[in-house]
C-alpha cells in the first residue's frame, strides 16, 4: 500500500456512532484496535506530508521559567527547590503555576486545529462526561493521536516534567509508572461542565491551553479540602496548570461564555493502582525488604529519575 492510499484508507473508515461509543458495544473496541497499525501509519504520514508548515511541539512552547527550573534540576536534583517554589499551593494537595508559555499557545492551538483538521479518526474520550471534542493522547487509549512528533512531546511533559514535579509536591513516587491523557473542551451548548469527582490517577495535571485575550466565563473549579469541609474555587489563566492528587474531590461549574480547552494527564501505578486511605499512603512497597518506601524516604535523586518498568495496557477509560 503506498503512502497516499494508508491516508486515504484511514479517512475513509466509518467511525461508530457515539451512542455506540457510549453504550461500549464490543464493536467499538473492535473498530479502534483492528485499525490501530493503519491509524498510527497513516498519523505518520500525515506528520511527513505536512513537514513544511507543521509545528514540532517541544518544551521551548512550556513556560521559560519552568523551562530553567526543570532543565536545572535534571542536571542536580538538589536544585530541585526552584521548581517547587514556582507552585502556589491553593489548597492541601492542590497548586497552580504557569505551564505554558502564553506568547507560544498560538502555534501550539494551531497545531491541534491542524490535527483535528486531518480527518484522520480520533476517539473522543466518552468515558466521562466530556464526550464530543477532546482527544486521547496516550497511547494505551483507542483511537489516540498517535503523531511521532506529538507523543515525543507528550512522554517529555510525562516524563521530563510531570512526574518529578508530582513526585516533589504530592510524594506520588511508587504510583506513578503509567500515563494518561486526553483533551478537553467546555461549551456554553454543550459539555458545560463536571459534576463533583475524583480521579482515578496518583496525580492529575490539567493545563489550560486558552490564548491570551480568548476569554470565557463561568468554568470555575472547585476543590473540596475534606479535612476542614472547606471549598476553594480557581479560574484558570491561559497556559495555567493545576496540579493535585487523584482523591481531591473537585468540580466544574457551567461554562457561561466563550471556550475552555485544557489537556488532562495522569500518572498512576502499574495495574492502576493509586494510592489510598489520603497523603499519608502515598508511598510504595519494596517488595525486597517488605516495607513501605514513603515519600519522606526518598531522595531528590530518586525524584528526578523514569521508571524502568514497561508501559502496561491499563486504561481509565
Known amino acids: 500500500m503506498t503512502n497516499k492510499n494508508i491516508l486515504e484508507e484511514a479517512r475513509a473508515l466509518t467511525l461508530p456512532t457515539r451512542e455506540a461509543s457510549l453504550n461500549r458495544e464490543a464493536s467499538v473496541s473492535h473498530f479502534w484496535n483492528s485499525n490501530r497499525d493503519?491509524?498510527?501509519e497513516a498519523w505518520a504520514e500525515w506528520e511527513i506530508e505536512n513537514k513544511d508548515n507543521l509545528l514540532v511541539p517541544d518544551e521551548t512552547l512550556?513556560?521559560?521559567r519552568l523551562q530553567k527550573a526543570i532543565k536545572d534540576a535534571w542536571e542536580n536534583p538538589e536544585k530541585e527547590s526552584s521548581v517547587a517554589d514556582l507552585w502556589e499551593e491553593i489548597s492541601p494537595g492542590v497548586y497552580v503555576a504557569q505551564f505554558f508559555n502564553p506568547e507560544r499557545l498560538a502555534d501550539f492551538r494551531k497545531y491541534l486545529e491542524a490535527v483535528v483538521n486531518s480527518q484522520i479518526?480520533?476517539?473522543a474520550p466518552y468515558g466521562i462526561q466530556l464526550n464530543r471534542y477532546g482527544i486521547m493522547l496516550d497511547p494505551r487509549s483507542e483511537g489516540y493521536l498517535a503523531a511521532p512528533?506529538?507523543?515525543?512531546?507528550?512522554n517529555d511533559i510525562m516524563d521530563r516534567y510531570m512526574r518529578p514535579i508530582a513526585r516533589l509536591l504530592l510524594g506520588t513516587y511508587g504510583y506513578d509508572n503509567q500515563t494518561f491523557g486526553f483533551s478537553i473542551q467546555?461549551?456554553?451548548d454543550k459539555d458545560k461542565d463536571l459534576n463533583g469527582h475524583t480521579d482515578a490517577s496518583a496525580a492529575t495535571l490539567n493545563i489550560n491551553i486558552?490564548?491570551?485575550g480568548e476569554a470565557f466565563t463561568g468554568s470555575q473549579v472547585d476543590f473540596y479540602d475534606k479535612t476542614t469541609g472547606k471549598t476553594v474555587?480557581?479560574?484558570?489563566?491561559?497556559?495555567?496548570a493545576i496540579i493535585h492528587r487523584?482523591?481531591?474531590?473537585h468540580a466544574t461549574h457551567p461554562i457561561i461564555s466563550g471556550q475552555r480547552s485544557n489537556l488532562v494527564v495522569w500518572l498512576y501505578g502499574d495495574r492502576m493502582q493509586i494510592p489510598r486511605g489520603g497523603a499519608s499512603s502515598y508511598g510504595s512497597v519494596d517488595n525486597s525488604e517488605s516495607k513501605v518506601v514513603t515519600s519522606d524516604s526518598i531522595s531528590a535523586r530518586e525524584r528526578w529519575t523514569v521508571p524502568k518498568s514497561p508501559k502496561d495496557t491499563f486504561a481509565p477509560f
Open 233 to 240: 474555587q480557581t479560574t484558570f489563566e491561559s497556559g495555567q
Open 62 to 64: 512550556l513556560d521559560p
Open 38 to 40: 493503519l491509524l498510527e
Open 246 to 249: 487523584g482523591d481531591v474531590a
Open 210 to 212: 486558552n490564548l491570551p
Open 121 to 123: 479518526p480520533k476517539r
Open 149 to 154: 512528533n506529538f507523543q515525543a512531546f507528550y
Open 186 to 188: 467546555y461549551n456554553p
